[in-house]
């Protein structure tokens, strides 16, 4: 009876503890996807960068980086919640939402703004062999490749230098990291890969290849920037890249960090706090990054590459907070 008596107790004793330890054990993380940019791009280091610093610093929710098969599918992920946040182009993002453009008849409306991240200024590279200088020597059969996304700047460019109809422009749609290597065998004429603050993608192009970049003369740069204004050219300062002796022009995208309306105004405001507020480990990850500040979103409100109506609410009351919305 004894016997019997102790076993029972061992085996209550037992479950206490088996129940306690279950109690005591962590809950698992909510698990966030952020989308970040396609293989060789700039926004690929940067988006897993920002994922590490997140996870680092959050406690409630865990980020995951995943790259998009084409960054042009990025609003539909995010209008459906596959991705709870992404980097996107201001302009891309713009057509989405409104419905126009390659996305006429598919409006995704229910992607929010978070905060503004960095300016992206594009190269125009060929081999050094190419007969081609400029983009005023481009033809209809000359062989662009680039993200699908710079298909619209591509016929920019040919419309401002009104060589040819921009609709019939020879344009390949791939990775960067795919367009680089078309460039290298000769599948491709030209590629215009983002390159300023700074591309690993171009730096290795320069180092390995035989490559020349492009220029845009001051005519086809002043149609270009009256005509697409949110897309106005920057320049690349001279020694950014090996061989690149004098500043270039190339047209300009507004890098915006965006959200699902399905994300809670907590997660947002969390979200884009601890980015901003860690703004020095994020620096050290890329130079595009260096930009992900208060006065970043502060000017791309200004310049309407941002609006408030268009802002995530978590966003509008952490950037309230900080003076930056009135």
């Known amino acids: 009876m004894k016997k019997n008596t102790f076993i029972l107790m061992l085996v209550v004793l037992l479950c206490l503890g088996a129940c306690t330890a279950s109690w005591g054990a962590p809950m698992p993380k909510k698990q966030i996807v952020f989308g970040?940019?396609?293989?060789?791009g700039v926004w690929e280091i940067a988006g897993t960068g920002m994922v590490n610093v997140l996870n680092k610093h959050n406690a409630s929710v865990e980020y995951v980086a995943v790259n998009p098969p084409q960054v042009q599918q990025v609003p539909l992920m995010l209008q459906n919640n596959e991705y709870g946040v992404a980097l996107g182009m201001s302009c891309v993002f713009e057509r989405a939402q409104k419905g126009i453009g390659e996305f006429a008849g598919a409006a995704q409306p229910d992607i929010l703004q978070v905060a503004g991240m960095s300016d992206n200024v594009h190269a125009i590279?060929?081999?050094?062999?190419?007969?081609l200088n400029s983009v005023e020597n481009f033809t209809e059969k000359t062989v662009i490749a680039s993200t699908a996304s710079t298909l619209a700047a591509a016929r920019q460019y040919i419309e401002a230098a009104r060589t040819f109809d921009p609709m019939k422009v020879n344009f390949r749609a791939m990775t960067h990291a795919q367009a680089a290597d078309a460039?290298?065998?000769?599948?491709?004429?030209?590629?215009?890969?983002?390159?300023?603050?700074y591309s690993g993608t171009v730096d290795s192009l320069v180092s390995t290849k035989d490559v020349k970049f492009l220029k845009v003369n001051d005519e086809t740069r002043k149609r270009f920037?009256?005509?697409?204004?949110?897309?106005?050219?920057?320049?690349?300062?001279?020694g950014t890249y090996k061989g690149q002796n004098e500043a270039l022009w190339g047209h300009s995208l507004f890098s915006v960090l965006y959200a699902s309306k399905e994300m809670t105004d907590d997660q947002i405001y969390e979200f884009v706090s601890i980015l901003i507020d860690n703004n020095d480990e994020l620096k050290q990850i890329h130079p595009t990054l260096a930009t992900l500040t208060l006065e970043q979103t502060a000017r791309y409100l200004k310049n309407g590459a941002m609006s408030v109506e268009r802002m995530h609410p978590g966003a509008v009351k952490y950037f309230k907070e900080k003076g930056v919305i009135q």
């Open 36 to 40: 970040t940019g396609s293989p060789g």
């Open 125 to 131: 590279i060929a081999l050094a062999k190419s007969p």
């Open 183 to 197: 460039l290298g065998d000769g599948n491709a004429d030209v590629i215009i890969p983002s390159a300023y603050p």
């Open 225 to 238: 920037d009256e005509q697409y204004p949110t897309n106005a050219m920057q320049q690349i300062p001279a």
